[in-house]
C-alpha cells in the first residue's frame, strides 16, 4: 500500500486566512516530549565532555539544541500533517486539527532552524552549529521526507538524528568530537529501533493504513521480536562501555549492566509473545521502560561523572 502523500510539497493549497491558532499549539509543533529528551542527552553531553564552557554559554548551547529539535519535530509535522491526519496517536496534532495551517508551520519550522544554528555558531562555535545544522536536515529531510515512507530501515537509518544531540553537546565544549562521544551516539543510535518497534508492534494498524514500512508491517512481527532484542543487547554493550574506555567509573558500569539486564529481559518477554496476542502488554511495557532507561543511563553517567570529581577533589585535600 502507498504512502498517503496527496499534499504539494509547500502546503499552499487551500484557502489564506490570518491564524487563529494559539501559542500552546505553535508550542505542540516542537514535540515537547521529543524535546525534553534531546535536551536532556545534549546536556549530558556537554557534561561529560572535558574541559568546561562558560556557564551562559552552556545555557545558550542547551537552548540552541532544544530549538533546533524542535524545529525538526515542527518540518517533521508539516511533511507528515497527510498521514498524522489518519493515525489515532497523532491525529490530534495541530495541523491535522485544523488549529495551524500547513505554510504557518513550515514558515515556523525553517524560521527556527536559521536562528538556532546561527546562534549557536556566533556564541558557542562554527563546528556545533554545522552538527546542529546537519541533524536538523538528516531528520527533516533525510528521514522525514525519504526513509520514513521508503523502508523499513527508516527508524535504523533516520534514529542518526535523535542521536546526535549528545555528540553535538560534547562539541560545544571541544570544538569536536571523540571516542566517547560516539560511544554516547551509539547508546542512543541502537537504543532507537528497539524503542520504536516496541510501538510500533501495537500501533501496526496505525501504520498499515497509511502505508508507513514499519518493521512489524514489512518483516512481520516474529522477525521484528527478534530484532528488538538484538538491538537491546547492543544498546547495553554500549551503555556499558563508557565504564571501560575511562568516560565513567566501574559503579556506572554496575548501574549500566542492571538497568540494561531489565532492558533486556523486557526483550525477551516480547520475543516471547504468543502469536495473535492483541493485547501486546510486553511490548508496552518496553516501549514504556525503554524511555525510563535511556534517561536513567544518562542520567547515571552523569552522576558518576560528579561523584568522580568530587571524590577525585576530596582525595586531593587529604
Not at 501495537?202 to 514489512?218: C, H, I, L, S, T
Not at 556506572?252 to 525477551?268: C, I, R
Amino acid at each position: 500500500m502507498a504512502a498517503i502523500n496527496d499534499h504539494d510539497i509547500l502546503g499552499l493549497e487551500g484557502d489564506q486566512t490570518l491564524s487563529e491558532a494559539s501559542a500552546k499549539d505553535f508550542f505542540a509543533l516542537l514535540k515537547p516530549r521529543v524535546m525534553s529528551l534531546v535536551v536532556f542527552t545534549a546536556f549530558a553531553g556537554l557534561v561529560l565532555a572535558p574541559g568546561a564552557l562558560n556557564p551562559v554559554l552552556a545555557a545558550i548551547a542547551v537552548l540552541c539544541i532544544a530549538v533546533g529539535a524542535g524545529a525538526s519535530g515542527a518540518l517533521n509535522m508539516w511533511y507528515d500533517s497527510d498521514i498524522d491526519a489518519v493515525m489515532t496517536r497523532t491525529a490530534k496534532r495541530p495541523i491535522p486539527a485544523g488549529r495551524i495551517r500547513r505554510p504557518e508551520a513550515l514558515a515556523f519550522g525553517v524560521t527556527l532552524s536559521v536562528f538556532s544554528v546561527a546562534i549557536l555558531g556566533l556564541t558557542v562555535n562554527w563546528f556545533s552549529a554545522a552538527f546542529l545544522a546537519f541533524t536538523i536536515f538528516f531528520y527533516a529531510v533525510v528521514y522525514t521526507m525519504w526513509l520514513k515512507r521508503s523502508t523499513p530501515q527508516n527508524i535504523v537509518i533516520g534514529g542518526a538524528s535523535g542521536a546526535f544531540p549528545p555528540m553535538i553537546g560534547w562539541a560545544c565544549v571541544t570544538g569536536g568530537v571523540s571516542v566517547d562521544s560516539v560511544i554516547l551516539f551509539m547508546i542512543i543510535f541502537m537504543w532507537t529501533p528497539a524503542h520504536f518497534w516496541a510501538l510500533a508492534l501495537f500501533k501496526m494498524g496505525d501504520y498499515g493504513a497509511v502505508g508507513v514500512p514499519m518493521m512489524p508491517n514489512v518483516a512481520g512481527i516474529p522477525s521484528t521480536k527478534r530484532q528488538i532484542f538484538v538491538y537491546a543487547v547492543l544498546t547495553a554493550v554500549f551503555a556499558v562501555a563508557p565504564s571501560f574506555t575511562g568516560l565513567a567509573s566501574g559503579w556506572y558500569g554496575l548501574v549500566a549492566g542492571l538497568l540494561s539486564a531489565v532492558f533486556v529481559a523486557y526483550s525477551v518477554a516480547v520475543w516471547r509473545m504468543e502469536e495473535g496476542d492483541e493485547r501486546m502488554a510486553s511490548a508496552r511495557k518496553m516501549f514504556i521502560y525503554s524511555i525510563f532507561y535511556l534517561f536513567a543511563i544518562f542520567s547515571a553517567l552523569m552522576v558518576d561523572h560528579y561523584a568522580t570529581g568530587l571524590s577525585a577533589h576530596f582525595m586531593g585535600h587529604l
